[in-house]
């Protein structure tokens, strides 16, 4: 059935039918539980259930109010403000029974969520030995919400989560970027701080926010009807989403009607590339920032005895989808990045003498082509014999790019990364929880749609802040760090877009803040573990948002670009500027109104400016630190860096 819209207040999440209260059931909502740490100097929002019309009477250091249950038994009350401090006891009674939750602190509480970077945990960050060895603090308070998949708000949690005191234990495997910033304001706020982890890797922001977020923000009613489709039945929707993606794929395609995959057709004079990694790394710069259609032919011989066998063509993985042919036969298609190929040839497909090989290979994003080693692209005779298809480079030809066609259409969504269905299932239970501010640090899910992420970033935000009851919650946004080879020539847009939006929308919201994490990205691991480096930068925004510090918290963040004669000029705030291990500052890209980019010389003048050689240029763009793989080396004299950016030149 189609998903229920969550509800846009605070109190239409406690609004869910539920059972009359009996003496074994509790009287408080999980996220009550021995050791809880409730947010200081506001309202305290406490509520759980009871039987329908039942008064409970909740109590916390001197003060009681009362509440009534509701027809489904649920009950909501508001405590009154209280400073930092504990422990105290939080107690709930009705006339025929009573709860008491023990060793209650009050502090500042925050909510950690995202993806695999916010759910990498403690234990294996770099040098958290000594760190987590040292961890213990009673006014440290941890809670991790356990991994729920839901179709509908739900009010509880599926595992009987809780509240922990910090110790080695409880640390080591809860979130190194939520412990780290909760650590350092441990260190420089000297009040007890309470951190919510809710986090599930690989996971896209679409998950995270509530159907009437979807709703509201509009565009999105044939999505969630195709999610609810999934839902309903996993099969046709993958199979309807198929066939819209052939019918999409073949309308962009000119290789498809102009007879690519005949056994005739003349490739010579299309150029070559060696199927034996992503497109982007072939050393051919028409590859390097592509997504889109790729045409490959490649040839082989085999004798008659050979040919009149039956084979299976064994091509390793493709990126992301293929459709493959011998002698114009099709003899397999798959959608999916990293599976191997292996694709059965009948008997009379192969021909004695010379057979050919074709496969239109469409990649949506991120890496692209045919990957895995060459050596292990064969066709497996059914008398075991392998033929080598990978021996010489194959040829290619570029049939569609992405960025020149219509989006290709969206996969069904399931499982965690349907719509709503982490935001049902993990933020649902924690609300109206009073709250302090948000850490968020995902995006590599989105990172191929910087565009739709530029409006569900702040729709998300706004959505959270609706279910909090909290209209000016902070929201502290850690910027996607550097993975993946640099660039040698101007870089693919990759996750360059997807960090320009994070800077844009925490830029446009006073209650937000950016941490930039470039410099501490690794090119082998998506999962880089500097992580107390984020955790503290984090920090450092909500040391001077909430706590009012004069503390540093941005690298140079650029104000304008303009020409002066033959050079752009970079106006900065946040400055002194500085260039590290260089006399120059890199990475700075002046693109035209097609945004065809190129790397370009630049200088620091003064404190706040840098000047770009453009001599011979008309740029309508300048980037800086874009791509995938980036190394950036302008700081400012806070010793943090400058985040990804492209800007209009006036």
Known sequence: MFRLCAAAAALALLATPAAAQTAEQPLFAPMF??????????????????????????????????????????????????????????????????????????????????????????????????????????????????????????????APDHWAVATPESVASFSAVCYFFGRNLRQTQRVPIGLVEAAWGGTPIEAWMSDAAFHRLGGYEARLSDAALAERDPAAAQAAHEAALRAWWRGIDRGER??????????????????????????????????????????????????????????????????????????????????????????????????????????????????????????????????????????????????????????????????????????????????????????????????????LLPAMMNDWRRAFATPHLPFFIAQLSSFGAPSAGAPRAGWGGLRDVQRRVAEADPHAGLAVTV?????????????????????????????????????????????????????????????YSANRPMAFELCDAARACQFVDGRIVGDSEVRLDARGAAPAFVRYCWGDGVICNLFNAADLPAPTFELAVE
């Open 258 to 455: 102009d007879g690519y995959a005949r056994a005739d057709f003349d490739a010579s004079d299309w150029a070559s590339v060696r199927p034996a990694g992503f497109w982007e790394n072939a050393g051919e710069r028409t590859l390097e920032s592509l997504d889109g259609v790729v045409w490959h032919q490649a040839e082989f011989t085999l004798t008659e005895a050979q040919a009149s066998q039956a084979a299976q063509a064994l091509l390793g993985p493709a990126d992301d989808v293929d459709i493959t042919y011998i002698n114009g036969v099709q003899i397999g298609a798959t959608h999916g990045w990293d599976t191997p190929r292996a694709y059965a040839v009948p008997v009379g497909v192969l021909r004695a003498g010379r057979n050919v090989l074709a496969s239109s290979v469409l990649d949506t994003g991120g890496g692209g082509g045919w990957w895995g080693p060459a050596t292990e692209k064969v066709l497996r005779l059914a008398d075991g014999t392998n033929v080598p298809l990978a021996a010489q480079p194959w040829r290619y030809r570029i049939t569609a790019s992405l960025a020149d066609v219509p989006a290709p259409p969206s996969a069904p969504r399931t499982g965690p990364n349907n719509y709503a269905a982490l935001r049902d299932g993990m933020i649902a239970p924690i609300a109206p929880y009073a709250l302090s501010g948000v850490l968020w640090y995902q995006g590599e899910s989105n990172a191929a749609a910087p565009d739709e992420y530029a409006r």
């Open 519 to 579: 410099d501490v990205g690794d090119r082998y691991d998506v999962h880089p573990p500097q992580k107390q480096i984020v955790g503290e930068r984090l920090a450092r925004i909500a040391r001077r948002l909430i706590y009012g510090e004069a503390v540093a918290d941005s690298g140079p963040t650029p104000l304008t670009a303009r020409r002066d004669g033959g050079e752009i000029v970079v106006r900065f705030a946040h400055a002194p500027l500085t260039a």
């Open 33 to 158: 539980t021995d050791h809880a740490l409730l947010q200081r100097d506001r309202a305290i929002p406490v509520w759980g259930w009871a039987s329908p019309g039942e008064t409970v009477t909740v109590t916390l250091a001197d003060n009681e109010v009362r509440t009534r249950a509701d027809r489904n038994g649920r009950w909501l009350a508001r405590l009154p403000a209280l400073a930092a401090g504990g422990p105290y006891e939080l107690s709930a009674r009705t006339h025929h029974t009573r709860q008491t939750i023990a060793d209650v602190m009050l502090g500042d509480v925050y909510l950690c969520s995202g993806q695999s970077n916010m759910e990498f945990e403690t234990a294996v960050a770099t040098n958290a030995r000594s760190m987590v060895q040292s961890s213990a603090d009673d006014s440290l308070r941890l809670f991790a919400v356990t991994r729920r998949i839901a179709a509908t708000p739900q009010t509880r949690f599926e």
